[in-house]
């Protein structure tokens, strides 16, 4: 087997070396094809002056890729004990580039990084708190974020519901929250047999890029309320989906033009928005 051209043990050997077998109670599948991860670090170009932070790096895989395409600055953040002796190798191949933080990645203070500009994230999630990291950075305060750009690399069925319109099964409210902050796109799949312990499901990466200023604008506290409602019961319609946020729900719906009697898969983000707006006035 040839030697990665960072002079650094191919990540087999690395795995092989420290004992690191993936746990399942920590939603580790690990990426071992260095072309793989080089394209996922590819996709968050221009790298050589962006400081990036990686949640769950592993044994150092995309990791390797990023510091190889040239980043700047990595901040690597795990939580597996296990895995900090093969990022502290990492670290000393490119002195100065790399810092690796042990802690958890749901509720870190990631703003209290004080990262430079430009900062993005740049991570294959693991699949256990995916969606609930996201949507923490989504949920970023104040907006736009401290992150300019999100490449992240999901379960397919998730990176599908991140993206999804309007009128479609996987449009829910993953997909409001990024499609109101966010403009996003699927950049490409990438199949189960490429990681080890092989998972029964394929993967995607996704790229979320920070609007501006989202319109229409909205507590985002608020619209995690009503997209709960709405999706947590979206066989029903939006009258009987929203009546425990309002008993006026039905007047409130009337009153933005949006059919009490529509569903809500039916609903394009901006009604969303309107109707937190709206229930927040209310109360």
Known sequence: MSVPEDGLPPLREVIAAHDLRAKRSLGQNFLLDLNLTRRIARAADPLDEAA???VGPGPGGLTRALLMEGARKVVAIERDARCLPALAEIQAAYPDRLDVVEADALGFDYAGLNLPEPARIVSNLPYSVGTPLLLGWLKSDPWPPWFDRLVLMFQREVAERIVA???GK???RLAVFAGWRC?????????????????KVDSAVVELVPKTNPAPSCNPAMLEKVTAAAF?????MLRGALKRLSP????????????????AEELPIADFCNLANALERAS
């Open 165 to 167: 319109k309007p009128g």
């Open 183 to 199: 403009d996003c796109r699927l950049l490409f799949g990438v199949p189960a047999r490429a990681f080890t312990p092989q998972p």
């Open 52 to 54: 990036i932070v990686e």
């Open 170 to 172: 996987d449009y829910g």
């Open 232 to 236: 947590g019961q979206r066989r029903k």
């Open 248 to 263: 006026e729900i039905e007047t409130v719906l009337e009153s933005l033009n949006i059919p009490p009697t529509a569903r």
